[in-house]
């Protein structure tokens, strides 16, 4: 399902497992429903070792006259959904600080491969997006566009943002969250498991103890 989707089923009481990014379980604290993370995503360094964080980028289109973060005023900003860290929450926080309105001629397209795809057809504006953002295309769309920025914190450093949450829904008993949980941690020394995982998400190599303090 989509972020919606994820968001109005857990609020409803529709489902019972997800894995969903940090800026969903913000969202449905600051709705009242108080999830149960499980498990934190990892993924893999180029050296084999884990990480537990991403970066962000801000990518334009090569033909598009834009060469800096201040040539964005005035154009059109197309994020990934108003749930999403590194497609709108700390892009938008990015934006703000460089004085440049991330309410105006914004767009929401749901995937990252979409917001992408809009910078590929307008060639104006910017997509707000993951910063391994060439496994989404294909090569010949790739060689059309160009990063411009990675996102940055206010310490203008790449911002790090914490790879998705498994989590169960309120209603899920204790007991069996535990059971769920050393399960999947487990898993991750199983080469069938990680297979299978990486062919559902290319980012993801297993999952580890949570991590809460992640979310802030």
């Known amino acids: 399902g989509t972020y919606d989707d994820i968001f109005h089923w ?3 009481g529709k489902i019972d497992l997800a894995l969903v990014t940090p800026g969903l379980v913000i969202g449905l604290e600051n709705c009242g429903v108080s999830v149960k993370v499980l498990a934190s995503a990892e993924g893999l360094t180029p050296e084999k070792t884990t ?15 834009i060469n800096k973060i201040e ?18 929450l700390v892009p938008a926080a990015f934006l703000s600080h460089q004085n440049i309105s991330p309410f105006e001629n914004r767009f929401f397209c749901d995937t990252h491969s979409r917001a992408l795809k809009e910078v590929l057809e307008k060639k104006d504006g910017a997509a707000f997006v993951f910063e391994e953002y060439a496994k989404e295309l294909i090569p010949t769309e790739v060689e059309s566009l160009k990063t411009l920025c990675f996102v940055l914190d206010s310490e203008k450093k790449p911002f790090l943002y914490p790879n998705d949450f498994f989590i169960a829904a309120p209603h899920v ?5 535990r059971q769920i949980q050393q399960a999947i941690v487990q898993l991750k020394d199983e080469e069938a498991w990680v297979s299978q995982l990486t ?3 290319s980012f993801i190599k297993g999952f580890g103890p949570p991590d809460p303090g992640k979310i802030t």
């Open 51 to 65: 990480l537990g964080y991403y970066r962000s980028v801000v990518v334009v289109h090569r033909d598009s006259g």
């Open 71 to 88: 040539d964005l005023r005035g154009k059109n900003l197309y994020f990934v959904n108003e749930f999403s860290m590194s497609g709108y």
């Open 173 to 177: 008993p204790d007991s069996q969250c």
């Open 199 to 201: 062919a559902i998400h």
């Open 10 to 12: 857990l609020k409803q």
